[in-house]
């Protein structure tokens, strides 16, 4: 079971930037993809971006321009940077580790997008 460990949340104005960080205690490149998610209040979770092991990217179409996933090999970390932040992107964002079938989540970073 791989740790995962998110940094980077806090609370930012709308049009602001955060980047988050997703340390993971294992070689990254051990899993078929890996993955932000994220949890609005009310709302289920939704996978807002992923790379895979070749380096392919995927983003919802709510975040596609704005934000940007990308790793770093030589740390076993993950990364997300969120420009032009929208009040719509608050929410508890969760770092996973997929392989098969199996996913391994870290405990969450809330962002909040406010005026």
């Known amino acids: 079971q791989v740790d995962l460990v998110e940094s980077g949340g806090g609370s930012v104005q709308p049009g602001g930037s955060l980047r988050l960080s997703c340390a993971a205690s294992e070689n990254i490149f051990n899993f078929n993809y890996m993955a932000w998610s994220r949890q609005a209040p009310g709302k289920q979770r939704e996978l807002v971006a992923s790379i895979n092991v070749g380096g392919r990217l995927t983003y919802t179409d709510s975040v596609k321009g704005r934000f940007t996933i990308s790793r770093d090999a030589a740390t076993n970390t993950v990364y997300l940077q969120m420009d032009s932040l929208k009040p719509e992107d608050t929410a508890i964002y969760y770092c996973?580790?997929?392989?098969?079938?199996?996913?391994?989540w870290g405990q969450g970073t809330q962002v909040t997008v406010s005026s």
């Open positions: 996973s580790a997929h392989i098969l079938t199996s996913a391994s």
